[in-house]
Structure formats: structure tokens, C-alpha cells
């Protein structure tokens, strides 16, 4: 059982301190606001225990799961959509798998497949770096888990 | 890897993100049920420490989960919320302050973890009192001015119990008094306040949620939502017959609950803890297109509430828990759609242009899962007045093998006309007419009225 922080145990405690605690310790909500208001500093050191958890080492043991995920692009036609999406899943090592393009009412739109098994950064951030490429472009650029359209779509 | 042919069209696809991104697609709620059966005790101060740790222990990190959900799965989950074991069976020894000392506990909880709601401060009293029972009921006007977050609900009925009148008759009494209490804010604690009959036991929806005596140790509830996606499918099929119409609210009613499916199944893999139930509801908001209301009136009504409402609902409902139930493995709690007043916009408007009347609403809760729910009535109806429509609100779903609740508003000092403002999720409604003729004799008679025939299946 992962220990976890409430504010009562924090709240004794003086602004600014550094605290040491192990990895995958919960914090309550209110402990969080509490750590931001005295500026508390975490560190979280790895645990090993005994009998060392099958959890494997990593940024998020789902992210081995799920794979694959659907990119799509929603916008005016423009020279350059495919090379700006792919250059940033190939800079963050993000195979595409299959790709796939139309027009819907007028507008461009693309989907892609793509496989992050070997993905250098997290789902999240990749969704961000896809969002803000986007934004720049001004088009409609989104990231979601296959899993979503898996599940809605298909039985 | 190899993929032949592409997995999805391009419809699809765009479905998906179309519902997301314009259809207000959102999981309603993630909840915890969480069992507090070990924390009893004789010293309420002892009792309360202990409710509080296995609360903080059990649902610490719900809020952080659902938070990476929503990011991860990019569907929002607009509640994160908590309920528990009946408080009246976990401390059935406290007198009523003590009682509100534990209230406040949950309370506690709840901040400690970040959810807006907890749910549990519940007595199930169908059948006749325990004096914790009492106590519990007597404190609950107290126990919800003195706070925010806890909500209570109390079971006067059941179809094999029948009615406890007399449960009725003192939920009359207890509306009209938590309403005195909070009357600088128009009687907010009653927003925080059902009375049911055949109350479920994993319903994951606030106010009414508790986790019941037959529950595990820990579960997750999921309540679905998704107004805005249906509203659209019949807007966009305004010449179809009603066989197609229901076949297609059908269809994306079991898309919209599968996705209440994948984020119950990743939420409970990843605050490791049981998957309880989906509940296939339609929950309206008070934000715009996130309305029950509009549906009915997109089928064909001029103003929800006229001649035919309840027929369009019956067919709404129907198709819902059609597709709902083909697309998850588990169903539970309320399954059916909400006809709130003030969290629907399109429903307060009904209401403040008199097409909707708290008569039809009652026909209506025939057909739907609730019952009379977030509904404005003026603050000097009598308590025999509300007592009464919980009996009638009880009747159906006694007789109807059914839930049905009843969150009334007796507003301290406003009359038909006003409009009361609650804020938040909990939306602003007109005040709505109540009948004036009396049924005080009637529910002063007390005792308790027989289970139906349909309770004897065996």
C-alpha cells in the first residue's frame, strides 16, 4: 500500500523545507495547495523494496498497452501539413503506421495511425506539441488513444 | 505491424471528435464508493478519526486520476466525487449533535481529498426507524447548513416495504427546516437532499448517492452524461419516423456509454479498485445544448411540457437504456434520463413560461428514471403539502417497481414568478406553483402503506 500525505501531516512543518519522500507517495489535494503555498520542495527517490513490485520502470506502465493512437488535422489546405505533423513524430520517434486523407465539408482532413511503443516523450506532451503546431498553423491538430474510437466503434 | 485495411473511416473518426470537441461528450462523474462498515465504535471522536483516515486512504489520489484521464483519453470528467455506507448503519449509537460532528467529518474528507460532493448521509427507513435512524434524520438540517460538500438522502419506500408515512411525513418536516436554515442562500441544503423509494445502491449520481450494505469494500461508479450528442443526432433527423428516431438515439447512446466503459475500466485498473457499474443516464447541465429538455422539444414539442412530453421522454428513455445496456458489462444506479429543473436550462425555461408544471413533471417521472428533481416551490407551502408529493412521488415508484426521488425547494420567502439562483452545476429555476388544496389529513394518518401485489413475486 503507497503511503499517503495529508495536510495535517505537512502542516506543522516551516515555509520553504525539503522533504524526501518515495516514489509513488499519494498526496491529498489539500496537501498539494499546502506544499504550493509554503513552497515546500518533494524529492521522490526511487523504492527498492524486497520483493521488487512487477510493476516495471517507466513513465506510466498503460503507456506499454496502448500503442497506438490517431492523429487528425482539420483545416484549409496548405503546402506542408503532412511534413510539419510528421516531422515532430519522427522527432519524437513516433512511427506512422498508416495514413489517410479527405475532404469533409469543405475541409482538409487527415488521419493518421501512429505507434508510440518507442515514443520518446509522454502521450501528453506529444497531444501538446501536436496542439501547438497547430495552433501555428492554424489548423485543428488532435492526438487521441485508438482505444477511444476502438471502444466507440467497434465491438 | 501491419494494418490493411484502414481501421476506421473517416466519419468515424471525426464522430468521435466532433462529439468531443462541439457535443459537450463528457463523463458525468467518477465515484468512489467506499464502504465505512469497520469504522464503527462507542466513542464518536474515535468513529469520526477513523472515517476520515480509511476516506483519505481509500480515495486519495481520485481526483489526480481522473484529472490524467481526462488528459490522457482528452474527455473531460466533470466530477470526481465520493460516497460512502449509510452514516445512520455505521454510527447507529450517536445522538443528533454527534451526528453532525461526523458530518462535518465527511466534510473534512472531502476537502482533504478535493471532491465537491460526498454522498451517504443516508437512512434507509422504509420499513420503520432505528433511533440512530431518527437521529440521523433530525440532525440533517443542521448537519447541511453547517456544511458545503455532504449530501443526504433518505429511502422512505420501497416496493417490498411499501411507504413508512410517517418517514414521509418528517421529511416534510425536514425539507421546510433545511430550507429556514440556508434561507440567506434560498434554501441551498435542499439541493443537497433527496428522499427516495427503491433507492439504489450504487447510484454514482449526487445528491442521492450512497454505497450500499451489499457493495465490496471499495468500488467505482461511473455516471455518463451526454445531452449535447443526442440533442444533435435529432436535430440533424428532424423528418424521421419515431422507429428510426429511437433506433438512432439507440445507436449513439451506446457510443456515448462505451466511453463511460473505457474510463470506468482505466479509472478502476488505475486507483486499483474494483469497477462497480455504468449508469446509463442522461444528465442535463445548465449550459446551453446540455439539455433533456431541448431533446423532447427537438422531437417535435413546442416547450418541453406540453401535451406529448411524456411520451417523447418514454421513448428518449428507452432508447438510451437500449443502447446503454448492449455497450457496458455492468449497469446500475439510476440508468434513465434526468429531468432536473434548474440543472436544465431548457427545463427552467419550460417551467418559467408555464408550459412545464410540477403536475407534469410527476406524469413524466412515470416514464424516466428519477423523479422530481431540483424543483423551486414557494417557501410557505405548508410541510403536509410537501410531504404529500413525496407520497405521490414514492407511489409511482413503489407501484412501478422503479426509482424515484424527490429534491424539492421550498425557497424561504419567494412566491411563483421568482427566480432563484443556485450557481454552478446546480443552475438558477423559476419558482413553480404548488397546488393550494390540502392534504394534511391525509399524511397525518401515518403508518405505513402495505407493499403491493407486485412484491409478492416469490
Known amino acids: 500500500m503507497r503511503e499517503v500525505i495529508t495536510r495535517a501531516r505537512l502542516e506543522k512543518l516551516g515555509d520553504r523545507q525539503e522533504l524526501t519522500f518515495p516514489e509513488g507517495t499519494i498526496f491529498t489535494q489539500a496537501a498539494r495547495e499546502l506544499i504550493r503555498e509554503k513552497g515546500i520542495k518533494i524529492n521522490l527517490v526511487p523504492q527498492k523494496s524486497a520483493d ?10 498503460e503507456e506499454k498497452e496502448i500503442n497506438r493512437a ?11 501539413i503532412i511534413a510539419a505533423v510528421s516531422s515532430i513524430l519522427a522527432g519524437v520517434n513516433v512511427n506512422i503506421l498508416d495514413i489517410t486523407q479527405t475532404v469533409l465539408q469543405g475541409f482538409f482532413a487527415m488521419i493518421m495511425i501512429v505507434d508510440l511503443s518507442k515514443c520518446k516523450v509522454d502521450f501528453l506532451t506529444l497531444k501538446k506539441m ?12 488532435t492526438l487521441q488513444h485508438e482505444d477511444v474510437f476502438r471502444f466507440m466503434h467497434r465491438i | 505491424m501491419f494494418l490493411l485495411p ?16 462541439l457535443e459537450n461528450l463528457d463523463i458525468r462523474t467518477i465515484t468512489l464508493g467506499i464502504s465505512l462498515r469497520d469504522c464503527g465504535g462507542s466513542d464518536v471522536k474515535v468513529v469520526g478519526a477513523k472515517i476520515f483516515d480509511k476516506i483519505v486512504r481509500c480515495a486519495a489520489n481520485l481526483v489526480e486520476v481522473g484529472e490524467e484521464l481526462e488528459r490522457y483519453y482528452g474527455i473531460p470528467i466533470i466530477n470526481k466525487r465520493v460516497s460512502v455506507t449509510p452514516l445512520s448503519l455505521v454510527a447507529e449509537g450517536c445522538s443528533e449533535e454527534e451526528f453532525c460532528y461526523l458530518a462535518e467529518v465527511l466534510e473534512k474528507a472531502a476537502q482533504e481529498i478535493g471532491v465537491n460532493f460526498i454522498g451517504g448521509y443516508a437512512a434507509l427507513v422504509h420499513k420503520g426507524f432505528t433511533t440512530g435512524d431518527l437521529n440521523l434524520i433530525n440532525s440533517i438540517p443542521q448537519a447541511l447548513a453547517a456544511t458545503e460538500r455532504v449530501c443526504a438522502a433518505v429511502n422512505v419506500g420501497t416496493t417490498r416495504a411499501g411507504i413508512n408515512m ?19 442562500r434560498s434554501g441551498i441544503s435542499c439541493a443537497k437532499l433527496v428522499v427516495f423509494c427503491n433507492a439504489p445502491e450504487d447510484n454514482p449520481f449526487m445528491a442521492g448517492a450512497f454505497h450500499g450494505v451489499g457493495e465490496p469494500e ?37 457510443k456515448v456509454t462505451r466511453m463511460g466503459e473505457l474510463i470506468g475500466r482505466a479509472a478502476s485498473k488505475r486507483l486499483g479498485v474494483p469497477f462497480g457499474v455504468v449508469d446509463l443516464s442522461l444528465a442535463p ?9 431541448e431533446i423532447l422539444e427537438a422531437m417535435g414539442l413546442e416547450r418541453c411540457g406540453a401535451p406529448g412530453s411524456t411520451a417523447a421522454l418514454a421513448i428518449l428513455n428507452d432508447a438510451v437504456k437500449k443502447g446503454g445496456a448492449m455497450a457496458s458489462s455492468y449497469v446500475g444506479g439510476l440508468s434513465g434520463a434526468f429531468i432536473p429543473v434548474s440543472e436544465d436550462a431548457g427545463m427552467a425555461r419550460a417551467a418559467a413560461e408555464g408550459a412545464l408544471t410540477i403536475e407534469k413533471l410527476e406524469a413524466m417521472t412515470c416514464v424516466c428514471s428519477v423523479g422530481l428533481d431540483m424543483i423551486v416551490i414557494p417557501g410557505d407551502t405548508p410541510e403536509e403539502t410537501i410531504a404529500a408529493i413525496i407520497a405521490d412521488e414514492a407511489a409511482i415508484g413503489m407501484i412501478n417497481n422503479k426509482t ?50 407486485q412484491a409478492l413475486t416469490n
Do not use: W
Open chain 2, 166 to 184: 410517517d418517514a414521509v411525513l418528517l421529511m416534510g418536516k425536514i425539507i421546510k427546516k433545511a430550507a429556514e436554515l440556508s434561507a440567506e
Open chain 2, 6 to 21: 484502414f481501421p476506421y473511416s473517416p466519419q468515424e473518426v471525426f464522430e468521435t471528435i466532433k462529439m468531443v470537441e
Open chain 1, 70 to 80: 490517431i492523429v487528425t488535422v482539420i483545416g484549409h489546405d496548405k503546402v506542408g
Open chain 2, 285 to 293: 447541465t445548465p449550459a446551453v445544448g446540455d439539455s433533456v429538455a
Open chain 2, 218 to 254: 471499495c468500488a467505482l461508479n461511473v455516471g455518463v452524461s451526454g445531452p449535447g450528442v443526442i440533442l444533435s443526432v435529432v436535430r440533424n433527423n428532424p423528418g424521421v419516423d419515431l422507429g428510426t428516431l429511437a433506433t438512432l438515439i439507440k445507436q449513439t447512446a451506446f
Open chain 1, 130 to 141: 501536436l496542439e501547438e503546431k497547430g495552433e501555428e498553423l492554424e489548423l485543428r491538430i
Open chain 2, 404 to 453: 424515484t426521488g424527490v429534491r424539492i425547494i421550498p425557497a424561504p420567502g419567494k412566491k411563483p414568478g421568482d427566480y432563484v439562483e443556485f450557481g454552478g452545476l446546480l443552475g438558477k429555476a423559476p419558482v413553480m406553483p404548488v397546488n393550494r388544496y390540502s392534504a394534511a389529513a391525509f399524511v397525518q394518518r401515518g403508518g405505513r402503506i402495505p407493499a403491493p401485489l
Open chain 1, 52 to 61: 521488487e513490485e512487477k510493476e516495471p520502470r517507466g513513465p506510466n506502465p
